[in-house]
Nanobody, 114 residues
Framework: QVQVVESGGGLVQPGGSLRLSCAAS????????MGWYRQAPGKQRELVAS???????NYVDSVKGRFTISRDDAKNAVYLQMNSLKPEDTAVYYC????????WGQGTQVTVSS
């Protein structure tokens, strides 16, 4: 059964922007927090950004100042605004609970290339 559905990925030029969306089930969204994860080719999946129920956010160093995670409690939705995108941001992006993770969705592909 589907727990999260990611969308918004695509092909974008370096320096461009994308906004990823995550539709989460209530059981997942009601947990401590949510996070965006990504897996680039040949690399392990990593936590990119997290947001807890109180609103506190954290980001991996490589995206600080460029990415912003947010949530809409009424819609059980989590977003990732990505600005000033770089080729090294290319990856499949996943949404899941934080810090305890559940089943992974299919993710959404983000490709940054000229």
């Amino acid at each position: 059964q589907v727990q999260v559905v990611e969308s918004g990925g695509g092909l974008v030029q370096p320096g461009g922007s994308l906004r990823l969306s995550c539709a989460a089930s209530g059981s997942i969204f009601s947990m401590y927090g949510m996070g965006w994860y990504r897996q680039a080719p040949g690399k392990q999946r990593e936590l990119v950004a997290s947001i807890i129920r109180g609103g506190s956010t954290n980001y991996v160093d490589s995206v600080k100042g460029r990415f912003t995670i947010s949530r809409d409690d009424a819609k059980n939705a989590v977003y990732l605004q990505m600005n000033s995108l770089k080729p090294e941001d290319t990856a499949v992006y996943y949404c899941n609970a934080f810090p305890i993770r559940y089943n992974w969705g299919q993710g959404t592909q983000v490709t940054v290339s000229s």
